[in-house]
């Protein structure tokens, strides 16, 4: 697995019947792990600031991480894609990438498509207008197949994107949502270092070995 310094957390890569898939999501890290209870009682809360983005790449058949970023929040999601699928080809080929709206963009569906080669499912987000959601000859895709009716072959290959929701559940839990680390360097190192713990248990759970 490959680690890039900076963001919050991305989507995903399918097992399909020639390549995999690939899916991405974010989490928010605390950067303290006083409880939330006391920040509000002593009034000392830090406020949108005080975390850290973590944004990974996930092969979506074994739930692997093949990238992930570190960059400070709040910030927006899509510019992670870019990088993210950028070093997850590095990693290995995929087929598809899968996102959730917060990356939706024509430059990523661009960039996933002319660039990379594969196909992208990112659905289209309303903008400024409320009756027209896309304008744009991928927006205007992703509308037409994710929504009703829609096409069922992508709905359903859209679905497979709660799967990195799982890798989140089971990430906070197990090794917390706080970070002990002070500086900068050192915060965005224990974020990233939480993937590769991730990834060491989760061959453990699928039986994989050296």
Request: glycine share 6%; aromatic share 8%; with cysteine.
């Amino acid at each position: 697995m490959r680690r890039s310094s900076g963001a919050r957390q991305d989507r995903q890569l399918l097992p399909a019947p020639a390549r995999p898939r690939r899916a991405t999501d974010r989490r928010p890290q605390r950067l303290s792990h006083t409880s939330r209870y006391f920040e509000w009682r002593a009034k000392r809360e830090r406020g949108q600031c005080g975390w850290l983005k973590w944004a990974l790449a996930m092969w979506v058949g074994p739930q692997m991480l093949l990238a992930q970023r570190v960059r400070p929040g709040p910030a927006g999601d899509f510019p992670d894609l870019v990088p993210l699928a950028t070093d997850a080809s590095a990693v290995m080929a995929f087929d598809e990438v899968i996102a959730d709206a917060g990356y939706d963009s024509e430059a990523n569906h661009r960039f996933c498509r002319e660039t990379l080669g594969v196909h992208s499912l990112i659905p289209a987000k309303k903008r400024r207008s409320t009756k027209v959601i896309a304008t744009t000859p991928y927006r205007q895709e992703m509308h037409r197949l994710l929504n009703d009716p829609g096409d069922a072959a992508s709905k359903r290959a859209y679905r497979q994107r709660w799967k990195v929701e799982t890798v989140m559940s089971v990430a906070k839990p197990r090794w917390g949502e706080a970070l002990s680390a002070r500086t900068d360097f050192t915060q965005r190192s224990q974020a990233l270092l939480r993937g590769v713990v991730y990834n060491v248990n989760r061959l453990v759970l699928l039986g994989i070995s050296a």
